[in-house]
Nanobody
Framework: QVQPVESGGGLVQAGGSLRLSCAAS????????MGWYRQAPGKERDLVAR???????NYADSVKGRFSISRDNVKNTMYLQMNVLKPEDTAFYYC?????????WGQGTLVTVSS
């Protein structure tokens, strides 16, 4: 299986926290900058956080200071710690390389933040 497996989504109240995980193929994970993307209903899929192979991170302004991306290069797993969640964070969350590889999109994990 090539596609990554995202997990950790769920329903949370505004102000709460969730931690997402992405388990990916070693061949792709090890040699690429990886990112978390999200797609809300009726909107385009956007990159919210990325992390290089040397763990340099960047965040979209909308999540800066609230989300934290990390990676475990031994386990080929990436994480997204999401704190102080807002209703506007509601979306499907996906992981992929940066830039994304089309055939590498997984099923995503749904995050729903209630007000």
């Amino acid at each position: 299986q090539v596609q990554p497996v995202e997990s950790g989504g769920g329903l949370v109240q505004a102000g709460g926290s969730l931690r997402l995980s992405c388990a990916a193929s070693g061949n792709i994970f090890s040699y690429n900058t990886m990112g978390w993307y999200r797609q809300a209903p009726g909107k385009e899929r956007d990159l919210v956080a990325r992390i290089s192979t040397s763990s340099v991170t960047n965040y979209a302004d909308s999540v800066k200071g609230r989300f934290s991306i990390s990676r475990d290069n031994v386990k080929n797993t990436m994480y997204l710690q999401m704190n102080v969640l807002k209703p506007e964070d509601t979306a499907f969350y996906y992981c992929n390389t940066v830039p994304p590889i089309g055939v590498f999109w997984g099923q995503g994990t749904l995050v729903t933040v209630s007000s």
